[in-house]
């Protein structure tokens, strides 16, 4: 973390490309860690999580819905809700979020796709309602964090 925040603030010759390098090693290291929560869910004995975690997982490219939770889960819309929050402190909504969240960074990150298409690929149909929670998330737009 360090070797990149020297980089933003001298700002040398190469330095773009060192900050790039520098994030995606971290956004490598986050989506490996994203896949492993699955596995480690199930060792810890907790099939309700694992199995909420696989669906996002899965399907977090396409729209999704707490209701698709719920149904992929075999239970009631609430009680994911209620177990998710109690054992991890956010709703299920807030982790679909989270997961199209780490995908568009990696995405703006080693592509140079628009941003209509990034929000497409994470599961959101209209640009404009990508733009609103990545910058609630991010405090900067898709555009203007790609520009960091």
């Known amino acids: ?22 994030l995606t090693l971290l956004l490598v290291g986050v989506g490996r860690l994203a896949a492993d929560v699955v596995g480690g869910l199930r060792l810890k004995d907790e099939p309700l999580l694992a199995e909420v975690f696989g669906f996002i997982e899965e399907r977090y490219r396409e729209r999704v819905s707490l209701k698709d939770v719920a149904r992929a889960v075999s239970l009631s819309r609430g009680h994911p809700t209620t177990v998710v929050r109690r054992k991890t402190g956010r709703t299920v909504q807030e982790w679909i979020t989270e997961r199209r969240m780490v995908e568009a960074r990696r995405l703006l990150v080693e592509t140079d796709l628009a941003v209509e298409e990034v929000g497409r690929r994470v599961g959101y149909g ?18 203007g964090w790609r520009s960091w």
């Open 1 to 22: 973390m360090l070797a990149l925040d020297l980089e933003l603030r001298q700002r040398h010759d190469g330095s773009r490309e060192a900050v790039l390098a520098h």
């Open 126 to 143: 209209d640009a404009g309602y990508f733009v609103s929670p990545f910058r609630r998330a991010h405090g900067a737009t898709p555009l």
